[in-house]
T-cell receptor, first 115, second 113 residues
């Protein structure tokens, strides 16, 4: 399978715990995006990387959120001291910089439930 | 700030009927995307529209773009049950090459026999 993969697919945690999600993009893609989607809404942009550089972060990304892409390949998104409001689907997407359509391909998502 | 609005948010159709979903965006955009999402699943790319007057068709779905009106439409022809899903449009702001997309809230389509 050469698509975007995410792990885990589901995560249930208690409020106050830390969680980490992983995203593996399509291998030749140098851009990687994180979005958050809550029920009944469209995905909201969180942050994106070009290679290993984090180039933009949304105001939605509070200090409790941190994302990394250390070698320009896979990325991790960590949420510290989780809150119930963090419950959502976290989507990762990748694309190829400079392509005409700049089309993003989405992974299956990680569904987070904070109890 | 780029804003994207879709309407309707919910659509119930009879099989065989036609309907159009509308997507308005607030500022000039480089690219307009349509996605499909099935319950509990991720987003599947349907169309990418770049220029004014662009029209793309795939099966019973046709997407168009009017950049002057800042409007895209997704037209459904002779709906079938398999088209039941949530459809999102997304836009990327002109002048930024980041590819960050702003999404509408989606149109949940239910096709009834």
């Amino acid at each position: 399978d050469t698509g975007v993969s995410q792990d885990p697919r589901h995560k249930i945690t208690k409020r106050g715990q830390n969680v980490t999600f992983r995203c593996d993009p399509i291998s030749e893609h140098n851009r990687l995006y994180w979005y958050r989607q809550t029920l009944g809404q469209g995905p909201e942009f969180l942050t994106y990387f070009q290679n290993e550089a984090q180039l933009e972060k949304s105001r939605l990304l509070s200090d409790r959120f941190s994302a990394e892409r250390p070698k320009g390949s896979f990325s991790t998104l960590e949420i510290q001291r989780t809150e119930q409001g963090d419950s959502a689907m976290y989507l990762c997407a990748s694309s190829l910089a400079g392509s005409l359509y700049n089309e993003q391909f989405f992974g299956p998502g990680t569904r987070l439930t904070v109890l | 700030e780029l804003k994207v609005e879709q309407n309707p948010l919910f659509l119930s159709m009879q099989e065989g009927k036609n309907y159009t979903i509308y997507c308005d965006y607030s500022t000039t955009s480089d690219r307009l995307y349509w996605y499909r999402q099935d319950p509990g699943k991720s987003l599947e790319s349907l169309f990418v529209l770049l220029s004014n007057g662009a029209v793309k068709q795939e099966g019973r779905l046709m997407a168009s773009l009017d950049t002057k009106a800042r409007l895209s439409t997704l037209h459904i022809t002779a709906a079938v049950h398999d088209l039941s899903a949530t459809y999102f449009c997304a836009a990327q702001k002109r002048g930024t090459n980041a590819g960050k997309s702003t999404f509408g809230d989606g149109t949940t389509l239910t096709v009834k026999p």
